[in-house]
């Protein structure tokens, strides 16, 4: 495995292969095998199907009265999840290595800079096909349980599709990290069009005559083919779309890398030779204490991060109006639902319970963005930068808490954002809420924003920056998957527990749930306690 650029880059990739795959895999597997409860008289299915165009902003409602067509329309947003791995390695695969200082090693070598990008981007292609293979193969044993409409070729082509989608989102970030300095920049762009383009595609099942619009997104084309879905299939004109993009993306990607410095950037910005740089900005307000100067740091991710967050709460508002509407137009012709619902919008508790099936996204975003923050933290310990301020002299205690400070400070601030947009939103579109209870929504996820960065921090006391990072993005996925798909597969309660977003419960429809924050900050303050105790005793990067 290591007589190769190529062979070395395929066995790095051996655990996420084997972790996703089998993973998402198994998660499939088990969808189909709780399908025959969701479906456990007819009166159930009907339900199903009467909503589904109600909730046609998930996917497409096609033949959801099967279980193919049921996993496909109910899942197919959490499964996009897998983008999260290659997006990573994507920005990793040269930037990473410059960050390292192991790319000008690597270029010692008797090889070109176009054959090492190759050989890279080569075992990542086959990491992501041996990933949907196997993805695709635990797909069938578990849809053959309970489903003889599934081939095993469709449940390949499903894999197949997933691979393809993967292997546009990280031929994007090789190409973003082409115009960073860094790989935590270059990932985060990534992550923000990875956002706007799940976003995109929504538009047309939401605004009519949109749909030029979503075909800007490359999920749109992802979502064309439905191999799961009986008599529907795979759409081969849009897997060799995604198979184009991918190609046309990494190309542009190899061609920028063999054209500039290691470590540099493909575009320059011009300098402004009329103001003289100062070599020490004695006066800049972030250099007043650790607490503002990890502000500064932070301040312009925090910002990408506001306006995504914000955004998407907005948009989720103008989704449940769209939603209030359909319901409205299909039951209208029942009496009892009809009071119920007011027609015209005017109830505010069913606009909010609309809304809280969407809003419970919002603390996982929050929590993605603290994912990225604790990062920032054991990087900087990585990279040697704490020692530089703790030579200053600093305390390690203040350090560590006004860092923490800093991201407790962002994260007010985006929940702060995201509720002055909701009520914006609410107000424009004529959606009625009570915004008390909005207000309850927007702010109760500062905790779980809080809780993840001091995991982080408390992970970052015995694991290295890339160990920490990724256990703390698989810690997030597995509570994602008990709360948001645990439901349906009847999990216990006792498990649903384990998840901190049980705690967040709805808001929106009933004000805050003292006592459920309180269990997710008391947990949050004992591991930034334990974090601490560890930081102040430990040597440094180690």
């Known amino acids: 495995m290591f007589r190769s650029i190529y062979l070395k880059s395929l066995r790095d990739y051996r655990v996420p292969i084997l972790g996703w795959g089998l993973g998402l895999g198994a998660l499939m597997a088990v969808i189909f095998a709780a399908v025959p409860t969701v479906f456990a008289t007819p009166a159930a299915k009907a339900a199903v199907v009467s909503i589904g165009a109600s909730y046609a902003w998930i996917a497409e409602p096609i033949k959801i009265d099967t279980p193919g067509g049921y996993a496909t329309w109910k899942y197919g947003i959490t499964i996009l999840v897998v983008v999260i791995w290659p997006l990573l390695a994507g920005t990793g695969m040269l930037r990473g290595e410059e960050d390292r ?16 990008a190759l050989e890279k981007l080569a075992a990542m292609w086959t990491a992501l096909l041996a990933m949907g293979l196997v993805i695709g193969l635990l797909t069938f044993a578990g849809a053959a349980k309970v489903s003889s409409d599934l081939s095993l070729g469709a449940s390949v082509a499903f894999g197949l599709n997933l691979a393809l989608i993967c292997a546009v989102f990280l031929s994007i970030a090789l190409l973003v990290s082409q115009f960073t300095q860094e790989r935590r920049s270059a990932s985060g762009v990534t992550a923000g069009i990875l956002l706007v383009a799940i976003v995109v595609d929504m538009v047309h099942r939401v605004v009519p005559n949109t749909v030029w619009l979503s075909q800007l997104s490359p999920v749109y084309y992802y979502n064309l ?12 004109g849009a897997m060799l779309f995604l198979l184009a993009l991918s190609g046309l993306f990494s190309a542009a990607g190899v061609w920028l890398f063999a054209r500039r410095d290691v470590g540099g950037v493909s575009l320059h910005l011009p300098e402004r030779s009329s103001q003289p740089a100062r070599a020490l900005p004695r006066a800049d307000w972030s250099l007043r204490s650790v607490y503002t100067r990890s502000l500064g740091m932070i301040a312009t991710s925090t910002l990408w991060w506001t306006l995504a967050i914000a955004g998407l709460a907005a948009w989720f508002v103008i989704i449940a109006k ?8 299909l039951l209208q012709g029942s009496a009892a639902l009809g009071d119920f619902l007011k027609l015209g919008g005017s109830d505010s508790a069913t606009n909010a319970s609309i809304l809280s099936a969407f809003f419970i996204f919002m603390p996982v975003l929050l929590m993605a963005f603290a994912v990225t923050q604790a990062n920032r933290w054991s990087a900087d310990e990585e990279d040697g930068l704490l020692e530089i301020v703790l030579s200053t002299p600093q305390p390690r205690l203040r350090l560590l808490l006004g860092r923490f400070a800093a ?8 929940s ?17 809420l009570d915004y008390g209870n909005l207000a309850a929504a927007s702010l109760s ?11 982080g921090y408390l992970f970052a006391g015995w694991l290295r920056a890339a160990v920490d990072t990724g256990l703390l993005s698989f810690l997030l996925v597995i509570w994602v998957f008990i709360s948001f798909i645990g439901p349906g597969l009847s999990l216990p309660d006792a498990t649903q527990k384990l998840s901190p977003f049980y705690y967040y419960g709805s808001p929106l429809l009933h004000g805050v749930q003292v006592a459920d924050l309180l269990v997710i900050v008391a947990v949050g303050a004992v591991a930034l306690a334990v974090a601490s105790a560890r930081f102040a005793r430990k040597d440094i990067s180690a």
């Open 101 to 116: 200082g192991s790319m000008d090693v690597l270029l010692s070598l008797p090889r070109g800079r176009v054959r090492v």
């Open 407 to 414: 991201i407790g400070t962002a994260t007010i601030f985006i």
């Open 445 to 455: 996820i500062i905790p779980f924003g809080l809780l993840v960065a001091a995991i």
């Open 225 to 236: 083919s439905k191999p799961l879905v009986p008599g529907y299939g795979a759409n081969l």
């Open 322 to 329: 769209q939603t209030e509407a359909q319901l409205k137009s």
């Open 416 to 432: 702060v954002l995201t509720l002055i947009a909701t009520t914006v939103a609410s107000i424009a579109t004529g959606l009625s």
